[in-house]
Nanobody
Framework: QVQLVESGGGLAQPGGSLNVSCAGSGRDLSSYVTGWFRQTPGKEREFVAAVSWNGGLHYADPVRGRFAISRDFAVNTVYLRMNGLKTEDTGVYYC?????????????????WGQGTQITVSS
């Protein structure tokens, strides 16, 4: 059984930083695409960042240069470092793992999802 568990997140002021983690079990995340998506009420889940099995890094335009995705093979965990946070970064952040490295920004192509963690950016 594949499980993803997000941790971290919380409240930050605009311009601040937060880290979130995605710990995997039941699947070696280094062999798949692992992505981060976010969602706000009334909107579809939005791609944020992904790391492919071969180490390729991908970012959505709104977060490029501010967010950084990384992974630690030893603990089967993927991280998202968020700097320069903006109020529009507020949302529930989900990690997911999937097989299709060339459609890393398509939520429907991911097999397993975490439960999500809330990120709120507010002054």
């Amino acid at each position: 059984q594949v499980q993803l568990v997000e941790s971290g997140g919380g409240l930050a002021q605009p311009g601040g930083s937060l880290n979130v983690s995605c710990a995997g079990s039941g699947r070696d995340l280094s062999s798949y695409v692992t992505g981060w998506f976010r969602q706000t009420p009334g909107k579809e889940r939005e791609f944020v960042a992904a790391v492919s099995w071969n180490g390729g890094l991908h970012y959505a335009d709104p977060v490029r240069g501010r967010f950084a995705i990384s992974r630690d093979f030893a603990v089967n965990t993927v991280y998202l470092r968020m700097n320069g946070l903006k109020t529009e970064d507020t949302g529930v952040y989900y990690c997911a793992t999937g097989r299709y490295w060339n459609t890393y920004n398509v939520a429907a192509h991911y097999d397993y999802w975490g439960q999500g963690t809330q990120i709120t950016v507010s002054s």
